[in-house]
């Protein structure tokens, strides 16, 4: 018998709300089951078995607010209990309502563009995954026209109106804001092209008047729409002060993208003008004609993710850093000494040290939800584990309850199923480890892992010359630094854990019996 | 010096105090209302009332200039006329302020021109601008003395230059670039209405939000809207700094942002203040706070009994119906009722497009701790304001999660203070989200979003995508 809590909630917040049993007791479910669901203030939050087993008693009613680490139910496991499979917000499927194309100022009426859709509150951009239609087709309202993937889930996307497709405006893999233009209707290109070319032009006039020398040269005023059609063939056109000519919204594109305007040629804007669509379109080949050498790819989902988390945690959460250096030949001794036994490492060792230090400092085992604290009861660390694409944390629960030999068949277990893809308690850790000292990395200091108290970062264990008690002596050190969320952990209680992990550290025979 | 006595005295004939009046007189009592101004205080002679009668000429005038968007074509100059429009204004005025004293009389209340003082708790002596005094005692009393515009101390005092609300809706022209120090209801509602009159507006607000009593979301849509017309809006922004200069013709100013602006006029919408320090409260033994507002009971009497203080001058809710409402209750209780008022009182701007709200904000529930659900739907999603070319806004509903109850409503968008009555009513009658959602909605409606969002805080609504659901699993 044993209980199942409510985990971390998304975004943090504080409580939820039961709102029915999806089994009810004495009913078996098996891993994948929903359970449970639970609302918070902006969604609900399905709760699903990562186990088999049998529920036994309901002890969080509907209508009823539990907080996280709340106990929700016991349970009776039942057959084998598989390893949990980690689906923290698998894309559910969405049904985009349909946009009405927002009128863009000037619009040609006979054009008619099929806008980036917003699906969800917080949908900012969207990223074209492919196309279902080819320019050409005829396309009805409602028809499956691309599949489109937003921060949440991959949605496909029915056309909002009817007509011709002249000109698609976002290429597969290219991610544009909501509401901007994916694609034209028109029943004839050359309309297309026009409003492709206006719209440049639009953005020239409302983001920067005047920013642009346009060239006023006699002959030159008139840009036929029909000279707009193609791709110029020849060089950017330049302005007399020496400026390539291009929109202000081509620049910012081409400066975020590092695409150099000076190798681009001719836009398909007026006179040659470059526009935003040519720098899109355009930045491959110009990047690699630029320089033969750089090869440009969209992030993966995997290093956007690490990049926000990362991002938003050296933003938002007050870090501060404290460094000590151990004398490190005890630790050595004691990982050369159970090393036969128990299959270690010496990472294990130092996360061991960590966990029992984590069990006499609550503030370390905490998480921090908003303007609330979660403290656990148990040290769950997070191992930082390097893979191909960049990195993934598992997370080994109730540290310091384990032996080293538990602790360290635990640890193989779960980074050998991070490296396989396989995440386990993601959301349960309350700090982390990070080793780089296998590369000779002296010191570093790392970024916390948001909700998490902390992060510590283990440097080599290197021979050194110290001074102890007056007298030089030789030996092997190790320097520790931890990164504290300073809304959980003060100084002070940054110094004492730290010290605390020393004293372990330094007599780990007999602290870590 | 004659003494005159009643069974009740209401000091203030504002919509908080002729509504007393005429309630006491309904319920038999002989009633005498003292007020040294015209009838109908600030809402009808500074507030309320002139403001939408201008605030209606400008939305028209802002429809017009518009009017293209509707394929509507305007020949020659869009133009208007300051002096017509303020006639209207001054009609209405007056046709409403003799409908007040045509009530008094139809109900046979006493009106006693002048300034009521107390001289001891139930006797008042009440001094005209011309003539003797005189002095009244009576039962009960009922303060309803209102609120003036708060002044800032050490500011420029040349009303023509440094204005408030009181001078701006009599203004007999318009500045071509006006400062509006703070970002509230009555700011809000002057930068719409005099941006429409070509007026080249600024805002200046201390806090981070426009209308920061409100729900923060409301002053963010706000903000989205004004900056689109080009009202100039600094937030989170201190006016450190102003003098007349140029022979009093231009007022300068320096921002905490450090920005130099120069402005024809100034227009100070940063609050107001009880207007009870002349009354004699020490006289009476009636205790005010220090900012000199009346602390009341739940029955809206104050620490002496028999005596009540009803509207913006016991601080509880400065609002004209909140006046109104006060009025009855304290009027019901003085002759012998014991009623709490507990009633939601909703808020109205009258901005374009509007804003409305009764009950919690989203940020006023989270500071309680209570278990929210939030539902929202934007008004451009529905027929009636994509067909009226209305699309701008929202409703947003707060939920009680445990009790499916609803704590709040808060909407911006066409017509969103007559929509709030529905909202009113049903928090009033204590109306579970699922009330509100099994209400019918006339359609097409713009109030069909108020059942829109509440089927979305229930999770249950058809014309958006589902809720988010998150997964994550349990008991590993």
Redesign the interface.
């Known amino acids: 018998m044993r209980s199942i809590t409510l985990p971390p909630l998304a975004g943090g917040a504080a409580a939820a709300t039961v709102v029915r049993w999806l089994k009810q007791p004495g009913q078996g479910f098996s891993a994948g089951d929903a359970l449970v669901e639970l609302e918070i203030e902006d969604a609900l939050v399905r709760l699903e078995a990562a186990g088999a087993g049998t529920l036994t008693r309901i002890l969080a009613q509907p209508r009823q607010t539990v907080r996280p680490g709340a106990d929700l139910a016991q349970v009776t496991d039942s057959g084998t209990s598989q390893p949990p499979s980690q689906q923290p917000s698998s894309p559910s499927e969405s049904h985009v309502t349909r946009q009405q194309p927002t009128a863009v100022a000037g619009t040609p009426a006979n054009v008619t563009p099929i806008l980036m859709p917003q699906a969800g509150n917080t949908m900012e951009e969207g990223t074209l995954i492919s196309w279902k239609v080819a320019e050409g087709d005829r396309i009805q309202v409602g028809q499956v026209i691309c599949e489109i993937e937003t921060d949440k889930a991959t949605i496909e996307y029915e056309s909002p109106d009817e007509g011709r497709l002249a000109r698609i405006v976002v290429r597969e893999q290219e991610t544009v804001p909501i509401k901007e233009p994916i694609a034209l209707l028109a029943d004839n290109d050359a309309d297309a092209d026009a409003y492709l070319a206006a719209r440049g032009t639009a953005a020239q006039e409302t983001t920067a008047p005047g920013a642009v020398a346009v060239s006023s040269a006699p002959g030159a005023a008139a840009a036929p729409s029909a000279a707009a059609q193609r791709m110029p063939s020849g060089p950017a056109p330049v302005t007399a002060g020496g400026r390539i000519k291009a929109s202000p919204a081509a620049r910012k594109l081409a400066q975020e993208r590092g695409v150099d305007l000076s190798r681009m040629g001719a836009g398909r804007g007026p006179e040659g003008r470059i526009l935003s669509s040519d720098v899109a379109t355009a930045q491959v080949g110009a990047s690699v004609a630029g320089d033969g050498q750089s090869v440009r790819r969209p992030m993966s989902k995997m290093r956007r993710a690490i990049g926000l988390n990362l991002q938003k945690s050296k933003q938002t959460v007050p870090h501060f850093y404290v460094r000590l250096t151990i004398n490190a030949e005890p630790l050595f001794a004691y990982y050369r000494a159970r090393k036969p036994q128990t299959n270690c490492t010496l990472n294990d060792c130092v996360v061991l040290a960590v966990g029992r230090a984590m069990a006499e400092c609550p503030s370390v085992r905490s998480q921090i939800h908003g303007d609330e604290i979660v403290e656990f009861p148990h040290a769950n660390i997070g191992i930082a584990v390097g893979v191909d694409e960049g990195l993934v944390v598992p997370v080994v629960r109730s540290v310091e309850t384990l032996t080293l030999t538990q602790l360290a068949a635990e640890t193989k277990r779960v980074v050998e199923n991070a490296r396989h893809g396989k995440l386990e308690n993601i959301g349960h850790g309350n700090f982390t480890i990070t080793n780089l000292g296998m590369f000779g990395v002296e010191e570093f200091g790392a970024i916390i892992n948001p909700p998490e108290s902390g992060i510590l970062a283990l440097g080599a264990m290197r021979e050194a010359v110290t001074v102890e008690a007056g007298a030089i002596r030789t030996g092997r050190v190790m320097t520790m630094t931890l990164s504290a969320d300073h809304r959980l952990v003060d100084g002070l209680l940054a110094a004492r854990f730290l010290g605390r992990l020393r004293e372990i550290l330094e007599n780990p025979s007999g602290e870590l019996s | 010096m004659s003494t005159e006595h009643f069974d009740i005295c209401v000091i203030g004939a504002g919509p908080g105090g002729y509504v007393a009046a005429l309630k006491a007189a309904q319920m038999g009592a002989r009633t005498a209302v003292i007020e040294q101004g015209n009838l109908g205080g600030t809402c009808l002679n500074f507030g309320c009332i002139p403001s939408k009668a201008l605030l209606s000429s400008a939305e028209l005038l802002h429809s017009v200039q518009n009017a293209r968007k509707w394929g509507v074509t305007v020949g020659g100059e869009i133009g208007f006329d300051w002096s017509e429009i303020t006639q209207h204004k001054n009609k209405i005025l007056r046709q409403l302020r003799g409908g007040i004293a045509s009530l008094f009389k139809g109900r046979k209340v006493t009106h006693l021109a002048g300034r009521g003082r107390f001289e001891r708790a139930g006797r008042i002596v009440v001094t005209p601008g011309e003539g003797a005094p005189q002095t009244v005692t009576a039962d009960k009393v009922i303060i309803a003395s209102g609120s003036v515009p708060m002044r800032i101390p050490g500011w420029p005092t040349d009303p023509a230059m440094v204005c408030t609300s009181d001078e701006a809706v009599h203004w007999t022209s318009l500045p071509q670039r006006l400062l509006i120090v703070g970002g509230g209801v009555i700011g809000c509602e002057f930068a719409c209405m005099m941006q429409a009159f070509g007026v080249a507006v600024t805002v200046v607000e201390m806090l981070p939000n426009l209308l920061p009593t409100l729900d923060h979301d409301l002053g963010a849509a706000l903000l989205a809207i004004f900056k689109g017309r080009g009202i100039t809006c600094h937030l989170e922004t201190k006016v450190e700094q102003i003098e007349v200069v140029s022979g009093g013709t231009v007022v300068r100013t320096q921002l905490s942002s450090g920005a130099a602006l120069e402005f024809d006029r100034v227009l100070v919408a940063t609050g107001r203040r009880p207007n009870t320090a002349e009354l004699g409260l020490d006289a009476a033994g009636v205790q005010a706070t220090r900012h000199g507002f009346v602390p009341v009971t739940d029955h809206l009497e104050t620490n002496v009994a028999g005596h009540y203080c009803i509207g913006d001058a016991n601080g509880r809710c400065m609002l004209a119906h909140a006046a109104s409402a006060h009025g009855v209750v304290a009027v019901e209780n003085a002759l012998g009722h014991a009623k709490p008022f507990t009633a939601p009182i909703p808020s109205a701007v009258y901005t374009f497009p509007e804003v409305a709200a009764v009950g919690l904000t989203e940020q006023e529930a989270r500071e309680q701790g209570l ?4 539902g ?1 739907f934007p008004i451009g ?1 529905l027929g009636k304001a ?1 067909a009226a070319r209305h699309p701008d806004g929202f409703v947003k509903m707060i939920r009680h ?3 499916d109850q609803l704590l709040g409503a808060h909407m911006i968008g066409q017509n969103a203070t007559e929509c709030i009555a529905a909202a009113t009513a049903l928090l009033h009658k204590k109306a579970s989200l699922h009330d509100v959602a099994e209400t019918v909605w006339a359609h097409p409606t713009i109030s069909e979003a108020i059942k829109e969002s509440a089927e979305d805080a229930l ?1 249950m609504g058809l ?14």
């Open positions: 278990p929210i659900a939030i929202r999603h994509m999660r445990e009790t999770n014309h958006l995508p589902p809720r988010k659901v998150i997964r994550a699993a349990v008991g590993g």
